[in-house]
């Protein structure tokens, strides 16, 4: 059989801002027709984050820190300040305001750089034998406290960080799958496949920074995964390091032998193990990629277009649909800005593959949605699409140094459910964030049986914007668990979902999830206090 | 929304011969022209099963018998000789042997029928006060030994038999999902299904007897599954008794909301929980069905074309592939065995939707079958497999009538293990029965990544027919392990295929679904001795 074992090594890569989403290269101001449009809705505020903030002195015992230094050697086991703010928290807007607040209380003691499969197993043992607290860290772009661990009853802290797992361990050509280290980011995941002439097709927003472990941790879901599927249904098997030791599966595609505890570890967040090997689906790099934008007389109509093309197994590589706010606003001129929008809605589909194959695809595909009364606007749309479906994030940072808040959370239901969804989680952020707030909505994920709902949120941001924005996500999450939709599509749980995870798997499957802990993770080192309620 | 909520009574249905598969009405001897085959192969042996057999005299206690009457009413607490019977062991050919010979050591003390989901918790309930074990009951179509629980330190064993639940609970037609009982076979689901325009597509050669409840709780996979999705691919909701009260999941076709706890409860084989509604992704009902034949030149040239197939995201609904041995003893006529058969392999490839989608997916499917070197032959072998498809369990009781050991396994695993586990398990068994022995194969499941390989054995039968077979199924499970594959593709664990399981999951595999079987059903009442390590 053709496999092939193929390694890279670990190159320096680009850090994140530690304040910011991303490259701090990329960090610019609004752009001058942005900012008239903000100033005239929102007026500005000049909030810069703190430049000069303090790092808490790292409280870990100067043995231990040889012991970490025996095991890893001294070049991977960092104390430094500027280290330990750059793994402080995730990127959620909750985040971002206490590091620009200057609040880094969360900083660990220390930031350990396992090379391999056994050095994680090592620190484990060590962080068990000290009851030492431990957070994997991948991309570090958490939104919702995944990497907010409690410290309390520790003897200290430390953030276990996958930048030197980048390797490719195996590509197996027969049966499309590689093997791939966790520390592996988006783009260079898909370098090393492109080299063998592969994808994985994961495209999430956070693509960029975030890591082949944390896409298996979490659960991620890329902007494409209605062509090339979730990220859990690529991954076909998986190594963990835990406090016990290893678990590895994967032994075919589907079986029955038993549960499929491979779905155990996805969405586990860190807090059952390490992963530090994921084998995934693959396919062959597509020859061709068009996106193109379609335009629908209302969100209502738009959605069901979607429902048709899934349920009759006609679904694009990508398919996003925009409400009526966000189409607007994404099009809009500041001159244009409170003139009644008639605009409907906007959708993209993209095609990815050989010619032929999307040739086909797209002639189907154009003439359900035509029949639907979608009107085609050729690519342009989907070009503009593409070419800026990373950038929200900086978006954000420029948003928030101007005084207006700005936060996205998502959630997911069957179609039937969807209706009550929007208007649940619209209106109780509306409702949360008073007059002038605004509340945009697109449909990010399609399935079958239903949708996810992704929100992006702007207000006027209060002397006290988080707590201007914990009870308005409060208050979306509350109306979300109302109509018994899911608490997140593709963002998983960390802290900030967490009090309201029981309510979606109820009191015994809370208890399922903290025997599993138990059991693999007896004296409770690994996140603790991400995920298990 | 259009949800429709409908129940259908429970109907007298038709009972399973006690030690043959099937309808008792459909037993026939075997036809002439198998019986000179056999014959000719194998010689004939007159080996009728025992016609009068003595059930062990039920061992539960008067008082806690009333107590089970009591809450579901005496109707529904049966302790029959022939009622007990019925509910004794599943159908493999161990399972039929020591039922042939007469052998009910593991029948239950009593067989009761829980209504509903209340019913089910309270007899759960009951069960742990006075530590009775319980083994759930659908169709017992078993054929790993799923229905085999220990009963050593319990008060006495019950059969929870779930005949009684058969109502299409509700159907969502904006969603496509439909809520089923357990109780519900193939049939009866797909009738009421059927009303409302929808099926759920789901056909493994138990259909006619097996039950919703028992698709879930062993991860079913079915002869179209390639079109319409494993079972456990088709479930979006469950709802759970357990000892320590339910469990209700499923808010959303996907999620990221840690774990997927959905994974967890399927294939759990009863020794979690008592799946009490299973809610599943339903499609329309086709309005065509073509099943047709391909031949090809080798085994290994027919599976590289169902690679090709299904990594091109191209796979029809149906399609199998038989090796050579196989291909000729489907095609056999008494004259032709001893000859050097040159046939080639046959593949099934079926085709069911609407006719303009069948016909674009059957051209797009026939031109790369072609082009690999396929050579079509037409409907006729396609219907002729339709024709027979659920009838091979019939056979094997006629072949064990005439002195011939018939029996079946299957597995997985990736492309690039297939040969190595072809071999291996073809080697290993071959090696085991002794000369004479026949063993063919086919690839009934196929996915992306890897297929299915289920084979079939025939041998004259020792005196000890069970002492002749089970060493050979151990070998091919030492084979099967060996290779890194699964112990089972589609037929559970049960108590068959235990000892192999640790090897597949890792011992803290094993020791994750203690904890788990720990937290739901702390005093092991639920079908102890299966599934778990």
């Given at each position: 059989m053709d496999q092939t074992t193929s390694q890279t090594p670990a190159t320096e890569q680009t850090e994140m801002h530690p304040s910011r989403w991303g490259d701090p290269e990329r960090v610019t101001p609004l752009p001058d027709a942005a900012r008239g449009l903000i100033e005239m809705v929102f007026g500005l505020q000049d909030r810069p984050a703190l430049a000069e903030v303090t790092v808490p002195a790292s409280g870990l015992d100067s043995a231990l820190v040889a012991e970490l230094a025996g095991l890893l050697g001294s070049d991977h086991v960092l104390l430094d300040d500027a280290t330990r703010r750059l793994r402080t928290r995730g990127k959620s807007t909750p985040d971002l305001l206490r590091q620009r607040s200057?609040?880094?209380?969360?900083?660990?003691?220390a930031v350990v750089r396992p090379g391999n499969h056994e050095e994680v197993a090592a620190v484990l043992t060590w962080a068990v034998q000290h009851h030492v607290a431990v957070v994997p860290f991948g991309g570090g772009t958490s939104v919702t406290g995944g990497l907010v661990a409690r410290r309390d009853g520790f003897a200290g802290l430390i953030s276990l960080d996958l930048i030197r797992m980048k390797r490719l361990l195996e590509v197996d050509h027969t049966s499309m799958t590689a093997t791939l280290e966790p520390g592996l980011r988006g783009p260079e995941a898909e370098a090393l496949l492109a080299a063998e002439g592969l994808t994985l097709g994961h495209y999430p927003q956070s693509f960029e920074y975030a890591t082949i472990g944390g896409f298996a941790a979490t659960r991620s879901s890329g902007q494409s995964s209605a062509g090339y599927g979730r990220f859990d249904a690529l991954v076909v098997g998986l190594r963990v390091a835990t406090p016990r030791g290893e678990v590895s599966l994967g032994s075919?595609?589907?079986?029955?032998?038993?549960?499929?505890?491979r779905q155990l570890f996805l969405g586990s967040e860190g807090a059952f193990g390490v992963i530090t090997a994921v084998t995934v689906r693959v396919r062959r790099l597509p020859a061709q990629k068009i996106y193109e934008g379609w335009h629908w007389a209302s969100f209502v109509e738009g959605a069901a277009a979607m429902r048709t093309l899934a349920q009759a197994g006609m679904l694009p590589t990508v398919i996003r649909l925009s409400d009526e706010s966000e189409t607007a606003i994404n099009l809009a001129?500041?001159?244009?800005?409170?003139a009644e929008s008639s605009g409907g809605c906007m959708m993209i589909t993209g095609y990815e593959g050989e010619p032929e194959a999307v040739a086909a695809k797209r002639a189907a595909v154009t003439s359900v949605l035509a029949g639907l009364g979608g009107k085609p606007l050729g690519e342009e749309p989907g070009q503009a699409w593409a070419h800026g479906r990373f950038d929200a994030p900086y978006l954000r940072d420029s948003l928030l140094d101007v005084g207006v808040l700005a936060e996205t959370l998502e959630t997911a239901a069957f179609w039937s459910n969807i209706d009550d969804l929007y208007a649940g989680v619209k209106g109780a952020l509306e409702a949360s964030l008073g007059d002038g707030a605004i509340v945009l909505c697109h449909i990010s994920h399609v399935y079958e049986t239903g949708c996810s709902l992704y929100f992006t949120v702007a207000q006027k941001a209060a002397e006290d914007a988080l707590g201007q924005w914990l009870p308005a996500k409060a208050a979306a999450s509350d109306a979300i668990t109302k109509v018994g939709a899911t608490i997140t599509h593709h963002h998983a749980?960390?802290?900030?979902?967490k009090p309201w995870l029981t309510a979606e798997i109820g009191e015994l499957g809370a208890s399922i999830l903290r025997a599993v802990k138990a059991d693999l993770d007896p004296t409770g080192i690994l996140n603790p206090g991400v995920l298990i309620p």
């Open positions: 200057g609040d880094l209380d969360d900083a660990p003691d075919s595609p589907a079986n029955a032998a038993g549960p499929d505890l001129r500041p001159s244009e800005i409170g749980v960390g802290t900030d979902h």
